[in-house]
């Protein structure tokens, strides 16, 4: 079993800046994509990015590329979100996910996958970006 925690989220102007982390403790070796997607009131859930956790490809959803940026520290077993020049559109509820992928699968697995795609889910983190 995988515990993801999220943390990092916050208030903050239009154009400023957070990250955000995504713990993992429990069976990290049974996991190698990690994604983080985030879900306003009323709207559906929406892939942001994506990362191996081998240091392979990441995946950007277009409306955050150029201004988020996913690493990770594997020493902590930890996915971070930097989150640069925020919008109001990017007030959201955000989740990290984490599940074991063939090489090449992970960011369109994000993008177009499903909840049940995903074994491990974290409890979330708010960002609300005001004008």
């Known amino acids: 079993q995988v515990e993801l925690v999220e943390s990092g989220g916050g208030s903050v102007q239009a154009g400023g800046s957070l990250r955000l982390s995504c713990a993992a403790s429990?069976?990290?070796?049974?996991?190698?994509?990690v994604g983080w997607f985030r879900q306003a009131p009323g709207k559906e859930r929406e892939g942001v990015a994506s990362t191996y956790t081998n240091g392979g490809n990441t995946g950007y959803a277009d409306s955050v590329k150029g201004r988020f940026t996913i690493t990770q520290d594997n020493a902590k077993n930890t996915v971070y979100l930097q989150m640069n020049s925020l919008k109001p559109e990017d007030t959201a509820m955000y989740y990290c996910a984490a599940v074991y992928l063939p090489h090449g699968l992970c960011w369109s697995t994000v993008e177009h996958g499903t909840s049940r795609d995903f074994p491990f889910w974290g409890q979330g983190t708010q960002v609300t970006v005001s004008s």
């Open positions: 429990g069976v990290t070796w049974s996991y190698n994509c």
